[in-house]
C-alpha cells in the first residue's frame, strides 16, 4: 500500500505527460485511409430533375494526420457536384479534389471513380384521373353500388418522359370482402415506380357505397 500510495503527486503529473505526449504525437504522425464518399448534387437547372447517377458515392485515399483521419471527423463529408452548367440528357462530370468537403490539412491522393455520369430530364406536370382499385364481394344480400375516389384526379410532377404516356393512376388495392355498409378508406396510390417531385399527392380517400340488395332483409 505504501508503494502505491508513495509520491501520488509524482505519479499524477507522470500520467499527464503521458497523455500529453501520446495526444502530440498522434497529431503529428501521418497515416493514409480510403473512405466512400456520398455524392451530393446541387444547383440542379430549373425546369430539370436528376433522374439517374451511374454512382451514389466515391471512393476516395486521403493523408493526413492521425487526428484528422479519425472516423469521426469525416462522417459529414461529401462529393459535392455543382449542376448549375448540366442539360437535359446526360453530363459527365469530373470529380476534383475541390468537390470533397473534408476538413483542411487533408491531402487527397486517389479519386475512384474519377468523374460520374448524370441523366437529366424536363420536370413535367399532367392533371391524370385516378381509379380505385377494389377486390372482394360484399356480405351476402348486400351489393356494391358504387366507388367513388375524392379527390377525382390528382397533378403528377415529375420526369417527363415517364409522366407524359400516364392517364391514370391507381390506388392500392382495397378489400370489400364482407362490408355491410358504405365504408371510406384512406388509400396509398400505386407511385412508386415514378419518378416524382416531393409534394405529389400520394393518399387519396376512396368511398365505398354498399346498398342491400332488393328483396335482401
Same mark, same amino acid.
Given at each position: ?11 499524477? %503529473? ?9 495526444? =502530440?504525437?498522434? *497529431?503529428?504522425?501521418?497515416?493514409? %485511409? ?7 448534387? =446541387? +444547383? ?21 494526420? &492521425? ?15 455543382? &449542376? ?5 440528357? #446526360? ?10 468537403? =473534408? ?25 391524370? +384521373?385516378?381509379?380505385?382499385? #377494389? ?24 420526369? *417527363? ?17 364482407? !362490408? ?6 384512406? !388509400?396509398?396510390?400505386? &407511385? ?9 399527392? *400520394?393518399?387519396?380517400? #376512396? ?11
Amino acid at each position: 500500500m505504501n508503494v502505491i500510495t508513495k509520491n501520488p503527486t509524482l505519479k499524477i %503529473i507522470s500520467l499527464i505527460l503521458a497523455i500529453t505526449l501520446w495526444f =502530440f504525437v498522434k *497529431s503529428k504522425s501521418g497515416g493514409e %485511409i480510403a473512405l466512400v464518399v456520398p455524392l451530393e448534387f =446541387f +444547383h440542379t437547372p430549373e425546369g430539370l430533375m436528376v433522374t439517374q447517377v451511374n454512382a451514389d458515392a466515391v471512393t476516395v485515399r486521403i493523408s493526413g494526420s &492521425l487526428a484528422q483521419l479519425e472516423p469521426s471527423a469525416l462522417t459529414k463529408a461529401r462529393a459535392r457536384i455543382d &449542376l448549375a452548367r448540366a442539360r437535359s440528357g #446526360v453530363n459527365t462530370f469530373d470529380v476534383l479534389a475541390d468537390n470533397f468537403t =473534408f476538413p483542411q490539412g487533408l491531402k487527397i491522393t486517389q479519386i475512384s471513380p474519377s468523374s460520374v455520369k448524370v441523366e437529366l430530364d424536363r420536370i413535367m406536370d399532367k392533371v391524370v +384521373h385516378v381509379k380505385a382499385m #377494389v377486390r372482394g364481394r360484399p356480405a351476402p344480400g348486400c351489393r356494391l353500388a358504387a366507388v367513388t375516389v375524392d379527390p377525382a384526379s390528382i397533378t403528377l410532377r415529375g420526369q *417527363s418522359s415517364q409522366v407524359a404516356d400516364i392517364k391514370e393512376v391507381l390506388t392500392e388495392e382495397i378489400d370489400i370482402s364482407g !362490408v355491410r355498409e358504405t365504408m371510406t378508406f384512406e !388509400v396509398p396510390l400505386r &407511385l412508386a415506380d415514378l419518378r416524382l417531385q416531393e409534394g405529389v399527392r *400520394s393518399m387519396i380517400k #376512396v368511398t365505398v357505397t354498399v346498398q342491400k340488395e332488393s328483396g335482401g332483409r
